[in-house]
């Protein structure tokens, strides 16, 4: 036996003799209704359906972008269709200027033709025209390098970046949480963890940041034609975001395009033999004229307690996605996670005491801001310090964000008092796969804004599957890369959280906030 296993079993033995104690509050489970929605979830799933519209069709969607728009309508739709209430693409404030790519071709013309894989970046301008040229490449090692190309970049095609690494990578390309992973997770992280400022590693990302943006402001004063990058993936696979800004009047960059490590590195080795090579790249592409308001995609399936109804249940994802792929690992599978766990418990007929609200999140991927707006308009307004109406009436708001993985646990997100309580929601779904409540955090996505004004917001622990190695932010974030049987598992689990949280007699118990302490910092995306 091992000594996790041992721990585990302590850990079981003291939790069931602190229930018999009634330390803690018994959960009422209804679990012939948790066998009904085992049945509907599980074998009557409709998401696949919905994974087709989210991922194919109606997407990609960065924010408010016409496509967003499109598919914010067409969801709305599909809400009222299901008989939910209150379906509407809701404002949240504004957003600022939206990007919609449309056009895109990139070739190598000598020595040989290759046609490139790539995308450019998001909230970069077009090319006006196609741009053919030899690549320049330069490599800076400090700010005082750059002296040397003054004057000679204008309408270049320029790489800054030498040969990527591309060694062969024995590694698996997806994974799953091993026991041992979920019992680490539930031990409490070493104190005084993480980089501190001062670190040489903080040092040398400081040094190189500060290079980098000294480059970019040369490129843009030369008046460079595209900045051709690396795309960080293999196998042709491209990570490829935002790089330029989203507020209204702030100055363009140049136009700058990502293409294939395995294109760029060859690209690269040729110029490094002084042979050159001609590029041909065109960027068509279109900022919104005017600041958007931004919105959210919302709708209800409405509460029935006279004294309950009120109150609030959420359940959600992020609706907006970056542009190369379609989003479907990130956040297209939470959104249908959402929208099924609904389905099934208004197919099932479910009278919920409290009011169960879904909410698809705009601009997640530029800081959460849907849901910050979302949180700042009906529950708490942090610059002003002022709660609204609804802060008192939420009982939980469940997040799924982590791509297509199955449901493992749930992050208790520093609230102890949540975790006797989601430990026995868990119960009778273990042999599910989901077991594990952990009392850290996690970042990262629209959880956070709630959880940062004391709502008790929280993200599942889910299967990385290949988020990390290969979707998350890529070409390939495609519906090709989702898991079906792990979203049906996570659908499931999803309303049975929703409807436990909706018919237990009090609201989840919330940590302690206090609302003159400053905003903690918003994490990685
Ligand atoms: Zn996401």
Known sequence: ??????????????????????????????????????????????????????????????????????????????????????????????????????????????????????????????????????????????????????????????????????????????????????????????????????????GDMMARAQLQQAVNKLLKAEGVGVIVEPGRGKFGTIFVSSGGSRTKGAEMPSPAIVIANEHYNRIVRILQKNIPVELEIEVQARFTADDLQGTNVVAELPGVDPKLKTQLVMLGGHFDTWHSGTGATDD?????????????????????????????????????????????????DRAKKEKKPEYDKLAAYFNFDNGSGKIRGIYAQSNSAVVPIFEQWLGPVRDLGAATVTLRNTGGTDHLPFDAVGLPGFQFIQDDLEYDTLTHHSNMDVYDHLSRPDLIQAATIMAWFVYNAAMRDEMLPRKFFDPNAQAPGRGPM
């Open 1 to 202: 036996m091992n000594k996790h296993l041992t721990a585990r079993s302590f850990l079981v033995a003291l939790l069931l003799v602190l229930l018999s104690l009634g330390v803690f509050a018994q959960e009422k489970l209804d679990l012939p209704m948790l066998d009904r929605i085992r049945t509907e979830g599980l074998n009557n799933s409709k998401i696949t359906d919905l994974l087709v519209y989210l991922c194919d069709i109606y997407a990609p969607r960065l924010p408010d972008s016409p496509q967003y728009v499109q598919a914010g309508e067409w969801m709305v739709g599909k809400a009222k269709e299901l008989g939910l209430a209150n379906a509407a693409m809701e404002a949240y404030g504004p957003f600022g200027r939206s990007w919609e790519l449309q056009k895109f071709y990139a070739a190598m013309t000598a020595p040989q033709y290759l046609p490139l894989i790539g995308y450019p970046k998001a909230w970069t301008p077009g090319t006006n025209s196609v741009i053919k040229g030899p690549a320049v490449l330069i490599q800076p090692r400090t700010i005082a390098d750059l002296d040397q190309y003054k004057g000679k970049l204008k309408g270049a095609i320029v790489l800054t970046q030498g040969e990527q690494d591309m060694s062969i990578s024995f590694d698996p390309m997806a994974s799953r949480l091993q026991p041992s992973d979920l019992d680490k997770l539930i031990l409490a992280p070493e104190p005084g963890g993480g980089r501190r400022p001062g670190s040489p590693q903080m």
């Open 332 to 380: 297209g599978a939470g959104c249908a996670v959402a929208f099924e766990a609904l389905r099934i418990l208004k197919t099932l007929g479910v009278k919920p005491r409290r009011t169960i609200r879904m909410a698809l999140w705009d601009a997640e991927e530029q800081g959460f801001v849907g849901s910050r707006g979302y949180v700042t308009n009906h529950f708490f």
